[in-house]
């Protein structure tokens, strides 16, 4: 007799999707107004302790966790099966849908599974249980199209970022900032580099990840940005979700990320289109901050966004930005030619030169890196307003690395022309820093905050040479900057029409006097 457990797989409750969470509600948006920042320690909100899971309090351990009891070499071995299956039966059926290619896996996994079972039965009298069954397909569903032993982290509403350097030294930073160690996703770092391979060779753009390539940079399908190495001492492997999308200057005030006398600098800044740098060190928070100025612009304004891979998302908050244009660069597929590129690839600089008949009036240039500075200065001359963002260990250094940048474009580019060029579309450096604070709290080792340390305003030098730098907000260690010198005239005046406290500023330097050597 035919079991009806596998006459029809699909429809089986191991394979009908689970209720899920929609995550954390935050809380409700207050206006901020200003207030004296006096040079004190300011409590974050975003404050992450290097604990065991088990020393957090309850609401902040992640919900989700890898499935106990599974036999992970046996999932490998499931998914290897399933996988040959699979890609047999996809080239029967070439221009398979993706949700096609998973129906159609789900039923495969279901036929390896009623088959191993059917073996395990006749040879020592044993099956598994219904429970049992759920738990290894649902596994090896996630082995074959998901992100296998990675993915029940990345199913958890409460995980920012997924650190992993080695398959047993995993750490997941949650959305309130808290760093927490999780269980292994592999059992061994060979299983990790073998697992990464097989991500690689079935991604949109199917790449090698190999000795000879060891680095992999991926979109996931939720948007998360997966990036990878196997030349470092251990499998490195980062997943930023960026899951905090919607963002606004008063939150982040709200978080302690930056005064309001900031807040409503900056704010008064996009609204009369002054262009801007946010620099800062990796998971500083360059991005958040961003996305906090670009609610500021217009909801009608026209959005031009240019990124190596899609961190910003402006694009998918139609509510707060109505008219997106979204570039991504494409690394292009195939063998390289005579110029050092693959069939298909599409990188910044042309895509800067397309926009221009995009009628754009903001243009947001996702990072600054190297000779793409010419393409940040490009959109800043053709629109005002625009923003960017780079690393950097402070606000002062930011100016000396974009001049770097520029200057390895070849040797017709002189320090002298990079730096007015520079000084010409620039308006300000907004500086981020994160800071890792000790504490007494029982059971922790520290917590990490980060914070705008420094704004600097940026005009041309004396002779239009070089390039002349004051600081309107200047660091202040342990906390966010403080208000410092005013401006330059000219910007000061359309700060002001914008909506600029000048009153609140001066009050705010006045209570944080520079201390005398």
């Known amino acids: ?16 999707a689970g209720s899920g969470t929609n995550g954390h509600t935050r809380p409700g948006r207050v206006r901020s107004t200003f207030r004296l920042a006096p040079v ?59 949700a096609e290619q998973e129906e159609l896996g789900r039923s495969i996994i279901a036929s390896v599974l009623a088959t191993d079972d059917a073996v395990s039965v006749a040879e020592r009298g044993q099956a598994r249980t219904l429970p049992e069954t759920r738990g290894l397909a649902d596994a090896v569903f996630d082995a074959l199209f998901r992100l296998g032993r990675l993915q029940p982290l990345l199913d958890d509403p409460a995980v920012e970022n997924v650190i992993v350097t080695g398959y047993d030294r995993v750490v997941v930073e949650l959305a309130d900032g808290s760093l927490v160690e999780a ?5 061994s770092d060979e299983e990790l580099l073998d697992f990464l391979s097989f991500l690689a060779s079935r991604a949109e753009n199917p790449r090698p990840f190999s000795p000879s390539q060891p680095s ?32 606004t200057l ?16 900056l704010a008064a800044a996009v609204r009369s289109r002054h262009s801007m740098v946010v620099s800062g060190g990796q998971g500083d928070g360059k991005t958040t901050l961003v996305r906090a100025l670009c609610a500021e612009i217009d909801p009608w304004e026209t959005i031009g966004t240019f990124e190596t891979e899609y961190e910003l998302f402006l694009h998918e908050l139609p509510e707060q930005h109505r008219i997106v244009h979204a570039w991504e660069e494409r690394p292009g597929s195939g063998e390289r030619t005579g110029d050092g590129r693959s069939p298909g690839e599409r990188r ?30 490009k959109l800043m001359e053709s629109g005002a307003g625009s923003l960017s963002t780079t690393h950097a260990a402070n606000a002062y250094a930011t100016m000396r690395k974009l001049i770097t940048c520029a200057m390895e474009s070849g040797p017709h580019v002189t320090m ?28 922790t080792v520290g917590r990490k905050v980060r914070r705008v340390s420094e704004i600097l305003a940026v005009e041309t030098g004396e002779d239009n040479k070089r390039y002349s730098l004051t600081s309107v907000f200047r660091s ?31 009050a705010e330097a006045e209570a944080n006097p520079r201390r005398q050597p």
């Not at 007799?1 to 191991?14: G, N, Q, S, W, Y």
């Not at 269980?183 to 059992?187: G, I, M």
């Not at 910044?348 to 990072?367: A, H, K, M, N, Y």
Request: hydrophobic share 40%; glycine share 6%.
């Open 1 to 16: 007799m035919t079991d009806p457990v596998f006459d029809e797989p699909a429809r089986l409750p191991l394979f009908t």
């Open 40 to 98: 004190t320690e300011q409590p974050s909100a975003h404050e992450a302790f290097l604990v065991p899971a088990e020393g957090l309090p309850v609401g902040l351990r992640p919900i989700a966790r890898p499935p106990s009891g599974l036999d992970w070499a046996e999932v490998a071995r499931f998914r290897r099966d399933a996988s040959a299956a699979l890609t047999e039966a996809i080239g029967k059926q070439p221009g398979m849908a993706k």
């Open 183 to 187: 269980e292994p996703v592999a059992d």
């Open 216 to 247: 992999l940079h991926l979109r996931l399908e939720d948007g998360s940005r997966l990036a990878a190495a196997r030349d470092t001492a251990r499998p490195s492997v980062v997943i930023r979700r960026h899951r905090v999308r919607r963002v």
């Open 250 to 265: 008063d939150e982040l005030v709200e978080w302690g990320t930056l005064s309001p006398t900031m807040a409503n600098l």
């Open 348 to 377: 910044t600089p042309e895509q800067v030169i397309d926009s221009f008949r995009f009628t754009l009036s903001r243009q947001i240039l996702g990072e600054i890196r190297g000779p793409e500075v010419w393409s940040m200065i």
């Open 416 to 443: 002298e022309l990079a730096a007015s060029k520079l000084a010409d579309t620039i308006d300000f450096v907004v500086q981020m820093r994160c800071e890792i604070v000790r504490n007494t709290r029982p059971g």
């Open 476 to 506: 202040v260690k342990g906390q966010y900057g403080v208000a410092d010198t005013p401006p330059p005239q000219p910007v000061l005046e359309a700060l002001i029409e914008n909506g600029f406290d000048y009153a609140g500023f001066l």
